[in-house]
């Protein structure tokens, strides 16, 4: 008979390969449902030979491999995937640019699904109805400073083509104020 | 219709009164989408699309206003006058007209740079649109006016925000517009 761990590792091979199973591609990808260690991270380099064990295990005590949670394939996101889902929307006001090749859905889904944060569209202007906004708020639900927008382009940035727009902070202390083109398509 | 009423909203289709947070020509914040629809709907000369899952937006062609109505709630929350109009604010700013020049009539404009949009402080409730969706904080000076809008800025934030799908907390925002709507239109309501 197989062992189950064999299995357990070929599965998650399979996902970080990118194919979604299970909680699909956007569990995969934010690691928000199958969170299994309450710790809010995710996993590190040590992490991820130990959760090996922890899958095969729990693979063998459930009884088979596909009524199990495989959780490295929620904890763990693609590796070579651009990834900003390590539980810390802040992250893209730190670092502006791992945004450039996520796609805008990644993105809306990951804010949306992060408390203390609204997503919508442009909701004014020729672009009205249209792109990404996504708004930090306070602690009585009303807007804080710090958005990320998604453009869909114009002829006075980029060239027509999409970018993203980051801004936290404001004047001189500002902490980050950045337009830099969308890669990730949506 | 009788012959005052047809005067009446003669009169009104003729309006391109710009108030801020208010209202724009016929349309109202707050004005139900069957009100709405009653000054579109007979000059044959509209259409509408849907923007988002909560907006409609309705573009009475003939006087060249788009009317954005949050289909959660059913109101109008959002006018807006683009190519083609031909009012003016009480300022004196309308389109095509450079910023700058809209600086100097109203010098409590400034740029909300999350909307992309001229904002007034001393007229809060309206709104300019330039030339570049997304200006540039100290670059707009050159850009044009391409559209004029009238929201609440309370009650845009509101819709923006909250989902609604608790319907009590729906019902509770469209009687508070609906209420500013009817002050609006009747002060001693």
Same mark, same amino acid.
């Given at each position: 008979m197989l062992p189950a761990a064999t299995v357990t590792v070929a599965v998650i091979g399979a996902a970080a390969g990118g194919i979604g199973i299970g909680a699909g591609l956007y569990e995969a990808f934010t690691g928000r449902e199958h969170r299994w260690d309450g710790s809010g991270g995710v996993l590190s380099e040590g992490d991820y030979s130990e959760s090996v064990g922890n899958t095969a295990s729990m693979a063998v005590s459930a009884g088979g491999l596909f009524h199990s949670k495989p959780r490295l394939l929620s904890e763990r996101p693609c590796p070579g995937s651009p990834t900003i889902w390590e539980s810390d929307p802040m992250l893209p006001f730190r670092n502006p640019s791992v945004l450039k090749d996520m796609s805008v859905s990644q993105v809306r889904d990951f804010y949306q699904s992060q408390p203390g944060w609204t997503t919508g569209t442009l909701g004014k202007g020729s672009n009205e109805g249209l792109g990404l906004t996504i708004r930090k708020l306070g602690p009585n639900g009303e807007y804080a400073d710090g958005y990320v927008q998604w453009h869909p382009g114009s002829r006075h940035h980029f060239d027509y083509n999409p970018y993203w727009k980051v801004k936290m902070g404001g004047g001189p202390e500002t902490m980050v104020n950045d337009r830099l083109p969308a890669e990730g398509g949506w | 219709m009788t012959g005052s009423q047809q005067k009446e909203v003669g009169s009104v289709q003729n309006s391109l009164e710009i108030v801020p947070g208010i209202g724009l020509g016929p349309y109202r914040i707050g004005m139900p989408v069957a009100e709405?629809?009653?000054?579109?709907?007979?000059?044959? =000369?509209?259409? =509408?699309?849907?923007?988002?899952?909560?907006?409609? #937006?309705?573009?009475?062609?003939?006087?060249?206003?788009?009317?954005?109505?949050?289909?959660?709630?059913? $109101?109008?929350?959002?006018?807006?006058?683009?190519?083609?109009?031909?009012?003016?604010?009480?300022?004196?700013?309308?389109?095509?007209?450079?910023?700058?020049?809209? $600086?100097?009539?109203?010098? #409590?404009?400034?740029?909300?740079?999350?909307?992309?949009?001229?904002?007034?402080?001393?007229?809060?409730?309206?709104?300019?649109?330039?030339?570049?969706?997304?200006?540039?904080?100290?670059?707009?000076?050159?850009? #044009?006016?391409?559209?004029?809008?009238?929201?609440?800025?309370?009650?845009?934030?509101?819709?923006?925000?909250?989902?609604?799908?608790?319907?009590?907390?729906?019902?509770? $925002?469209?009687?508070?517009?609906?209420?500013?709507?009817?002050?609006?239109?009747?002060?001693?309501?």
């Open positions: - | 709405v629809l009653l000054q579109i709907s007979p000059r044959d =000369s509209a259409n =509408s699309a849907l923007v988002t899952s909560r907006c409609i #937006s309705y573009h009475d062609i003939g006087r060249c206003i788009h009317v954005n109505v949050d289909i959660r709630i059913g $109101l109008c929350f959002q006018i807006v006058a683009r190519a083609g109009f031909s009012g003016k604010t009480s300022q004196g700013i309308q389109l095509n007209m450079k910023s700058s020049e809209a $600086l100097r009539l109203d010098d #409590s404009l400034y740029l909300d740079e999350f909307y992309g949009t001229l904002e007034s402080k001393n007229f809060p409730g309206y709104y300019l649109e330039l030339d570049d969706p997304d200006p540039l904080p100290g670059n707009f000076e050159h850009l #044009s006016i391409v559209g004029i809008g009238v929201a609440n800025a309370s009650f845009s934030q509101e819709l923006e925000i909250k989902d609604l799908a608790n319907i009590e907390e729906a019902n509770e $925002l469209r009687k508070r517009m609906f209420e500013y709507y009817l002050r609006a239109k009747d002060p001693t309501y």
